[in-house]
């Protein structure tokens, strides 16, 4: 969570600190608002995609191959993991102390990460909690940013020599200045084509595990016997999932059981076609292992960004570094997608897609930098901000429905008579006579609008939920 204060000699000049993660502490620093509001939006936009996609399938994950709404999300996450990384650990000068409270931070985020997504948690459908240790999920979206934040932070401890040097005149400078993340961006790519190009994937059997499913108990087989391909079935990125994580510790719902293959109702969910194949069924993780490896790449991207914060001088250097670079992002991912050369997958993260989403975030963090941090337009994005600065309560409370299984806990008569259903079908659905509209109303004012009300008294009482 950057923060900015600005110069007395020139205006234009933005001096970064981080005193939360600091153990220094700076007379009430001014933020970066424009950072804020980018993680306040993030969080949101996950708030509306989880909860207002079922009926809006647009805007929810793409089944496979392309970006919808929801398929920015965590490339969003990472940009912004990169950027605060750049800005925060060059406060603190010794380099063991940052390396223990980035170890530190990393283990919190897994903690997080498995209690809420390893199956725990069952809200806010569900009135139970617990999980099946043999069918736990170990991967998540707080465990891939705890992976891109560990392997990307330890880079900039241990090569925080360049923080001390000057940018020289050129438009490779700062590239040239931080070469060496440029150099493990490489090879994290490289190792990437390795793997998901060159392994091969035989044939494989699965269990239907998900007690949901009518399904549950049935055996299938799938066939591939191929290498390279990128495909639901028979890509290398699930086959080393069900090799190392074990089939049985992956997501059971994964997006692709919505794509026309596998049900008529595509794009919204439905029961499975009669001629369904078989890997319908199966499980699929979309924060495993070799996905999560190419995720790093979102997360240097946005330690760049940061970079180039804290090196150049002046709004206009720097806005003018992003948007080039967040165009020339987005052309190549989308020259890369339409002429079929590597399609934009999220749920492989593919390099397309890590071009697609970093150059999008680039252009988004750009303009809102403009009109905050430059024009001082700040009070329409006030809730955001407010959101942007408790992100992890937000994210635990409404992303992960904590709130809400909560308060579906105390129903009367019928486990489905509580408060917030109540309140969606008298005050949003019943008042538009439509579900899908109430719906997403409910979830932007009930929701979102709500948090960011509550985010702002909390912020005013000066209550924040750190890692």
């Known amino acids: 969570m950057a923060e900015i204060k600005p110069d007395t000699a020139h205006q234009q000049h933005l001096i970064v600190s981080e005193p939360d993660i600091s153990d220094q502490k700076p007379s009430k620093p001014k933020r970066l608002a424009s950072l804020d509001i980018f993680r306040g939006l993030t969080v949101s936009l996950m708030i509306l995609v989880d909860d207002a996609g079922g009926e809006w399938p647009m805007i929810g994950h793409a089944p496979w191959n392309g970006c919808n709404l929801a398929d920015f999300v965590m490339p969003f996450f990472l940009f912004i993991v990169g950027m605060s990384i750049a800005l925060s650990l060059k406060g603190i000068p010794d380099q063991l102390l940052a390396v223990k409270k980035v170890i530190l931070r990393t283990l919190k985020l897994l903690f997080w990460g498995l209690l809420l997504q390893g199956g725990f948690s069952h809200a806010p459908g569900k009135l139970t909690y617990g999980v099946d240790v043999t069918e736990i999920r170990w991967c998540g979206i707080l465990q891939r940013i705890a992976l891109a934040y560990l392997v990307v932070a330890l880079i900039e401890i241990f090569l925080r020599c360049a923080q001390k040097k000057d940018v020289a005149p050129g438009r490779l400078s700062i590239f040239k200045l931080y070469y060496w993340q440029w150099l493990v961006a490489a090879c994290v790519l490289t190792t990437y084509f390795a793997v998901i190009y060159g392994t091969y994937v035989p044939d494989w059997q699965f269990t239907v595990h998900d007690r949901d499913s009518s399904d549950y108990g049935k055996s299938f087989t799938v066939f591939c016997g191929a290498r390279g391909k990128l495909d639901p079935p028979c890509n290398a990125v699930g086959y080393i999932d069900r090799q190392v994580l074990g089939i049985n510790h992956m997501y059971q719902h994964p997006a692709w059981k919505r794509s026309k293959a596998c049900t008529e109702n595509s794009p919204y969910e439905g029961p499975f076609r009669n001629d369904a194949p078989s890997w319908c069924r199966a499980p699929f993780e979309p924060e495993g292992i070799v996905s999560s490896i190419s995720a790093i790449l979102s997360t240097i991207i946005g330690v760049h960004f940061g970079h180039v914060l804290v090196h150049m001088k002046g709004h206009q250097a720097r806005l003018k570094h992003w948007i080039l670079m967040g165009f020339a992002l987005l052309i190549l991912g989308n020259v890369l997608h339409f002429t079929h050369a590597i ?114 008294i909390l912020h005013w009482l000066g209550i924040y939920w750190k890692l």
């Not at 071009?355 to 329409?380: H, N, P």
């Not at 579906?408 to 439509?434: A, C």
């Not at 509209?437 to 009300?453: D, K, P, R, S, T």
């Open 343 to 456: 399609p934009s997958n999220k749920q492989l993260y593919t390099f397309s897609y890590v071009c697609i989403t970093s150059g999008a975030a680039a252009l988004v963090f750009s303009a809102f930098y403009i009109m905050v941090d430059i024009y001082d337009i700040k009070f329409m994005f006030l809730p955001l901000e407010w959101i942007g600065m408790n992100a992890m309560l937000v994210y635990v409370m409404a992303a992960e429905g904590i709130f809400a299984g909560f308060f579906n806990g105390w129903y009367y008569k019928d486990p489905h008579n509580t408060l917030i259903y109540w309140i969606q079908k008298h005050i949003f659905v019943g008042i538009w006579h439509s579900r899908r509209v109430g719906i997403l109303l409910y979830v932007l004012f009930a929701e979102i609008l709500f948090w960011g009300i509550v985010a702002g």
